[in-house]
Each structure stands twice: as structure tokens, then as C-alpha cells.
Nanobody, 116 residues
Framework: QVQLVESGGGLVQAGGSLRLSCAASKSFNAMGWYRQAPGKQRELVATLNNSGETKYVDSVKGRFTISGDNAKNTVYLQMNSLKPEDTAVYYC?????????????WGQGTQVTVSS
């Protein structure tokens, strides 16, 4: 059974920082973070593949950093200069390419709340 366990969410003041962690039970081709605010669609925030390539949604570039520890099958999201609009439930995702399709596994979600 694939397990993704998230931690690190919480309440922080605008301008503050949080670091999210996601530990997976196995290795994946890529891992990343999504977020979903109330009434909004879930959006992809950042991804990291096994080659070390990272991608970010424009709204977090320069503020968020995704990193990983391959030996521990763990991915992190360092969030700096947080803004109220970053408030959302953040979901860890793991991506595995299987033949012609990509399977996605999800963490349980962790709440990030940024006060103004």
C-alpha cells in the first residue's frame, strides 16, 4: 500500500515561513505539492523529479522552494514570505509513470493558514 504522510502545516503571520514535509513509502518518478483554497480548484504548486528538475506555479516563484531526500523518499516545501492568499489545504502528490498513463497518489492534506 502506498502511503504519503504530510506534516508541517499551521497558522502563520503574513511574511512568515513554514516548511511542509511529505514522506512516501516508496520512490516515485516525481513528487510535488498541490493546494486548494475554499471554493477554488486544486492547483499544482511545485514539482520535483528524480533528475532534480523543479517547476513552480508563477504565484510562488521566488518564495517557495521544493526539495527532496531520495534516500528517505521525502519531499519538502519551504514556504517563505507567506501571503494570506497562500492559505489553503496543501496536498502532497507522488507521480508514477506506468505504461501510457501516470498514476497519482495523494497525501492526506495539511492546512496552511496565513493571517494578515
Amino acid at each position: 500500500q502506498v502511503q504519503l504522510v504530510e506534516s508541517g502545516g499551521g497558522l502563520v503571520q503574513a511574511g512568515g515561513s513554514l516548511r511542509l514535509s511529505c514522506a512516501a513509502s516508496k520512490s516515485f518518478n516525481a513528487m510535488g505539492w498541490y493546494r486548494q483554497a475554499p471554493g477554488k480548484q486544486r492547483e499544482l504548486v511545485a514539482t520535483l523529479n528524480n533528475s532534480g528538475e523543479t517547476k513552480y506555479v508563477d504565484s510562488v516563484k521566488g518564495r517557495f522552494t521544493i526539495s527532496g531526500d531520495n534516500a528517505k523518499n521525502t519531499v519538502y516545501l519551504q514556504m517563505n514570505s507567506l501571503k494570506p492568499e497562500d492559505t489553503a489545504v496543501y496536498y502532497c502528490a507522488a507521480f508514477q509513470q506506468v505504461f501510457a498513463v501516470e498514476r497519482v497518489y495523494w497525501g492526506q492534506g495539511t492546512q496552511v493558514t496565513v493571517s494578515s
